[in-house]
């Protein structure tokens, strides 16, 4: 049981420690957000084939996702179709992104739920990755 003086906090790994109540918090870098455009369409791209290759080896390239409709529609943001997204920057350099399509029954996605249902795509590059910059 911990001690009043005492708090308990979950680490990465998912073991439990103590942590003193007293220790500053972590300082954790500033992100900005700016909202995805249509000019963003290579780092879309870019996203997407990181979300493709999630397992860490490379199945899929920038030509698969130029060259394949189930691939190169999460590359094709339309804001009139309400589409929308933030790219995450720190220090003037992408960290991530995360956009949303609304993909029809016409043209699906692999996350398609049915029409007017967004399908949501994420990507956080590998080197910034378990931070906790997206809580803050």
């Known amino acids: 049981?911990?001690?009043?003086?005492?708090?308990?906090?979950?680490?990465?790994?998912?073991?439990?420690?103590?942590?003193?109540?007293?220790?500053?918090?972590?300082?954790?870098?500033?992100?900005?957000?700016?909202?995805v455009t249509q000019a963003d369409v290579e780092l879309l791209r870019t996203a997407t084939v990181a979300n493709l290759n999630w397992i860490g080896e490379q199945r899929f390239t920038d030509r698969d996702v130029h060259q394949r409709a189930?691939?190169?529609h999460y590359c094709e943001f339309r804001p009139a179709r309400g589409d929308f997204g933030f790219i995450a920057q720190r220090d003037g350099r992408t960290v991530g992104v995360v956009w949303l399509l609304f993909l029809d029954?016409?043209?699906?996605?692999?996350?398609?739920?049915?029409?007017?249902?967004?399908e949501l795509s994420i990507s956080v590059w590998s080197g910034y990755r378990g931070e906790a910059s997206a809580g803050r």
């Open 105 to 118: 029954a016409s043209d699906p996605g692999y996350g398609f739920v049915a029409d007017g249902v967004p």
């Open 70 to 72: 189930e691939f190169r």
């Open 1 to 35: 049981m911990a001690s009043p003086d005492i708090r308990v906090h979950p680490r990465h790994d998912g073991r439990i420690e103590p942590q003193d109540q007293e220790a500053a918090p972590a300082k954790v870098p500033t992100v900005a957000l700016r909202p």
